[in-house]
């Protein structure tokens, strides 16, 4: 994996800053980066699947106050913490 601290205008589907940006594991190809950066908290045990959740590799792909969770369906963006 290849870590690029950046300040520039690169940017995730997401409307939050981001301090640190990853080789995109779904586009293999050069210059294709996604935001990385890893927001504090825990991931819930495994949840159902939610095909309405957005797929992710990392939090920094995930809205605020959303963590990028394993779920039934893959790596998912999950509300943290967890709705009740």
Do not use: W
Not at 11 to 23: I, K, M, R, V, W
């Amino acid at each position: 994996m290849v870590v690029v601290v950046a300040a520039a205008a690169l940017s995730s589907a997401s409307s939050h800053s981001c301090n640190t940006f990853c080789d995109d594991p779904d586009i293999d190809a050069e210059g294709h980066y996604v935001c990385c950066d890893s927001y504090p908290g825990t991931c819930p045990p495994i949840v159902f699947c939610n095909y309405g959740q957005r797929r992710c590799h990392y939090d920094g792909q995930c809205g605020p106050g959303s963590k990028c969770c394993d779920s039934r369906c893959g790596k998912r963006c999950i509300a943290y913490p967890p709705l009740k």
